[in-house]
């Protein structure tokens, strides 16, 4: 135990002297071995302190200014119970740790059931000597300064963030998320201001131009669960189905007020009404809110009874495509089925916090396919999760779905594709394993047996376990504990025009034996017909005896249903007849398996997928498969195409793209087909056409442009240094939205046609505070090393992984990843390649979390430097 020094602390007393007068005072605690004082939050002391209190309160009060860089008072009363020796076998720590990470001069004053006590802070922790504790309910009380560091401060609203262990950055707290509590709010704020938290409004106050909101009592949460917003909002409050909501927000167009609305709000009624359905639990928290922030970290955050959202993910105009409807309709049904998977049921630690979030998009899923009717529920999935999922998987920094955590300042480094994406494909087949009915009704078991507790995935499979005769445990091992897919090969031996054998074989993509037990389909396309077959990949190698006797097909199409999961295997006589195809799952499923095998130099190249996707962009009737299709082409054209061939193939795509585009009718369609020509635009003849539309203002026929796509379209031309003056500044008076408005101006500077602006746009980046808006920056970095300005940004590589560290330090939780994959993948050569190896060689003992994102970011300049040089 360290003490601060004396002029640092209100009282001039060390620690043995402390201990010496405790002993004098008639208390004799018998010391125990103290989990040790670490930075972060060790599983040691959550465990120890789990074991040793209960019952936990905050009362909470922020007072917060108008200006933002000013310091918030506060103070905090927690209550809770403490277990003594009466009932620990005579045992007691030394001290209890509270989470703060902040500096010392943050903490004013600190007492323990009505007595002042010395300041004790090491390694973000104020300790509290077991001495001043009583047996049963304790109370400590204390004056501080919040903290700055996850509070969002804006020149006009802020709002907490506060996942996986951010909450001790903000308050002295017990940030774990086994140790529930009830939070009790008070804010002072400027008079004009809007507040929300976790519970209702209990009454409210002002005095001049401040006020003073006190809020009521939550339900028990886990600390990284609390959150408030406050702020200049508009609130809009509403009843749907019988359940009261209101929603803030900062949105000023009102063209997307009028269109959002109504989808905002009944999204989440049907989605409640699902679930309530879905888990015969009724709606487990009191009240049910939510907020749309400019520039949100994440699509959402599901804060109990106060989820925040990004506003843009929320507020969609009229030139919305039906995938970005689809896509608010996912999120909303994402974040509400949180409120009872991670919410109500909460992980014991965060090395099982792909629990709940397997559980949201698994609801979510589910809960689209009722309130979006016309939607393909299949292929939504198909094309929302197998790419995200093997963009990870595939790489030399795949990470299994379940991870070891020994302190929760790692935590963040957890999430991923592998969680969101490859989670959510091992719980279908889990589905498909057990029955929906029988995991349906597993689950509702679980959410009944841990309401308002916590659990682990292995409780949840000893409550699954006895409803399928299958061996979860082994099954659970390869899909939730290993890393990586498999790859499947095939033989299919025809004899006078009939199948004799068909032999399906898997193993791992690394050349091990593992297998990864798993049905899907494979189709045997005909002329005429398609027949489907059901593979059920239980060991190494299997026959499908069914398919013996029938006629040998014009060819195959493996993991037809978009179920099966690796890298499947492609018939080239499939390559030509993809557009024969009916079903849109399985085209699906083709472009997937295609792009894969490509990735890894099999069957086809680069150039050639590039030239069919050009053929099937007039051809293609779905819009979700549209997006798939050109969300690929233009990653080949730009990372898996040399540039001295890219001038050509971008210009065929160009004359493809803009061909589709006018005989296309479907406005949705339009809009993606129109995108793709922005994107991949490099012509002169295309960037004087992209500079008409965007100084006219006037977009193509059927084409609806608003003021976001204009800024997209100025920004397009900024990194093509399209010759004409000030279009950036041009733009910038056009926006009306001041949070929009702020956003383009941050990111100006890296978009400019002078290198040495955009040299110390970068080097601005090394300071903290200049990595605040997180999104603006990765943005920005985007714009940066566009492969266009390759030449002039690959200097900035190497500072970049240097400030990886402090990144992952400083940042939220997908700030490492997105920082990364914002700088490397515009890079192609064997350069870029190289110098990450180099980084990584020279670090042997670098944190291995953060060289998996590492090396996930970089599969990219690693296969195109394959593919290509």
Not at 468 to 486: F, I, M, Q, S
Not at 558 to 575: C, E, K, R, V, W
Not at 771 to 782: N, S
Request: aromatic residues 10%; hydrophobic residues 40%; neutral net charge.
């Amino acid at each position: 135990m360290v003490w601060n020094s004396p002029r640092n602390t209100r009282y001039g007393i060390t620690a043995s002297l402390l201990y010496v007068l405790t002993m004098l005072s008639g208390h004799h605690p018998v010391l125990a071995q103290s989990p040790p004082v670490e930075t972060g939050v060790s599983q040691a002391l959550a465990k120890t302190r789990k074991q040793t209190i209960s019952k936990v309160t905050y009362a909470l009060k922020f007072d917060i200014p108008e200006q933002k860089n000013q310091p918030i008072p506060a103070s905090e009363s927690i209550t809770f119970n403490w277990a003594t020796s009466r009932n620990r076998k005579n045992e007691t720590m030394a001290s209890l740790q509270l989470d703060f990470k902040e500096e010392r001069a943050h903490l004013q004053s600190v007492s323990v059931n009505g007595t002042v006590i010395p300041i004790v802070f090491e390694s973000e922790h104020l300790l509290i000597s077991t001495a001043f504790l009583k047996p049963g309910n304790n109370t400590i009380s204390i004056q501080f300064t919040a903290g700055n560091s996850s509070l969002n401060r804006n020149d006009e609203y802020l709002y907490t963030l506060l996942v996986p262990d951010r909450a001790r950055t903000v308050f002295p707290c017990f940030d774990q998320p086994d140790i529930k509590a009830s939070f009790q709010l008070s804010l002072t704020v400027p008079k004009g201001w809007q507040a929300m938290t976790n519970a209702s409004v209990k009454d409210s106050s002002a005095t001049g131009n401040r006020k003073t909101i006190n809020f009521l009592a939550s339900e028990v949460i886990p600390t990284y669960l609390f959150s408030f917003v406050a702020g200049k909002f508009t609130p809009i409050s509403r009843t749907v189905k019988g359940r009261p909501m209101t929603l803030l927000h900062r949105e000023t167009d009102t063209t997307k007020i009028r269109l959002s609305l109504d989808p905002i709000f009944n999204l989440h009624a049907d989605a409640l009404t699902f679930l309530e359905e879905y888990t015969q639990i009724p709606y487990p928290f009191r009240k049910f809110d939510f907020a749309a922030i400019p520039d949100f970290q994440y699509g959402g955050m599901e804060h109990a009874g106060a989820i925040d959202y990004k506003l843009s993910s929320l507020f969609l105009d009229n030139g919305a495509t039906r995938d970005q409807k689809l896509s608010r309709a996912t999120l909303i049904s994402h974040e509400t089925a949180h409120m009872w998977f991670g919410d109500l049921v909460t992980m014991r630690w965060f090395d099982d916090v792909w629990l709940k979030e397997v559980f949201a998009n698994f609801m979510a899923d589910k809960i689209t396919e009722v309130s979006s009717p016309d939607a393909n529920y299949d292929l939504q999935f198909v094309v929302d999760h197998f790419p995200a999922a093997y963009a990870v998987d595939r790489t030399e920094g795949a990470n299994p779905i379940g991870q070891p955590l020994a302190n929760l300042k790692e935590a963040g480094t957890l999430y991923g594709g592998i969680i969101y994406h490859k989670a959510p494909i091992m719980m279908r087949q889990l589905e498909r394993l057990m029955g929906k009915t029988a995991l349906r009704d597993g689950l509702r078991a679980y959410l009944k047996k841990y309401a308002f507790d916590n659990a682990t995935w292995a409780d949840l499979i000893a409550i699954l376990d006895p409803y399928t005769p299958t061996d979860l445990k082994a099954w659970n091992r390869v899909w939730v504990n290993e890393t990586g897919r498999p790859t499947f090969t095939y033989q299919l031996d025809q004899k006078a025009g009939k199948i004799n054998r068909f032999v399906i074989t898997q193993k791992g993509e690394d050349g091990s034996n593992r297998l990864w037990p798993q049905g899907f389909e494979v189709s045997l396309v005909y002329p005429d017909h398609v027949d489907e077959l059901t593979v059920a990949m239980t060991k190494s190698q299997v026959e499908l005896p069914e398919a013996v006797g029938k006629t040998a097909p014009s060819f195959v199409v493996f993991n037809s249903s978009g179920q099966g999961y690796g890298l499947f295997p492609i018939d080239t006589a499939m390559i030509s007849q993809l557009a024969t195809l009916k079903n849109p799952v399985t085209r699906a499923a083709a472009y997937i398996n295609l792009y894969e095998n490509m990735l890894s130099r099999q069957v086809i190249d680069p150039a050639r997928l590039a030239k069919i996707y050009q053929s099937l962009l007039d051809k293609e009737p779905e819009e979700l498969n549209l997006r798939l299709l050109t969300n690929q082409l233009s990653d080949i054209v730009w990372n898996f195409t040399k540039p001295d061939q890219r001038t050509s193939l971008a210009a065929s795509v160009e004359q493809a793209t803009w061909h589709a585009m006018e005989h296309e009718t479907a406005s949705g369609k339009k809009k993606l087909l129109f995108r793709l020509y922005q994107a991949i635009a490099s012509s002169p003849e295309a960037r004087d056409r992209l500079y008409t539309i965007w100084n006219d203002q006037k977009a193509p026929a059927g084409v609806t442009l608003t003021e976001d796509d204009y800024t997209s379209l100025a920004l397009a031309l900024a990194v093509r240094d399209y010759p004409a003056e000030g279009i950036l500044a041009r733009q910038l008076i056009r926006i009306k939205n001041p949070d929009r408005k702020k956003r383009l101006e941050f990111m100006m500077p890296a978009l400019s046609s002078n290198v040495a602006e955009r040299d110390a746009f970068f080097a601005s980046l090394a300071s903290e505070a200049n990595r605040e808006r997180e999104a603006w920056v990765t943005a920005a970095l985007g714009y940066l090393h566009h492969p266009l300005r390759a030449q002039t940004s690959a200097k900035y590589l190497a500072k970049s992984l240097e400030l990886l560290e402090e990144i992952q330090r400083t940042g939220d939780i997908f700030f490492p990843e997105s920082w990364l994959r914002s700088i490397l993948s515009g890079y192609q050569t064997p350069e870029t390649a190289q110098l990450v190896r180099k980084f990584l060689a020279e670090r042997p003992t670098y944190n291995p979390r953060l060289r998996a994102k590492l090396l996930q970011a970089a599969d990219s300049p690693f296969r195109a430097s394959k593919l290509l040089y």
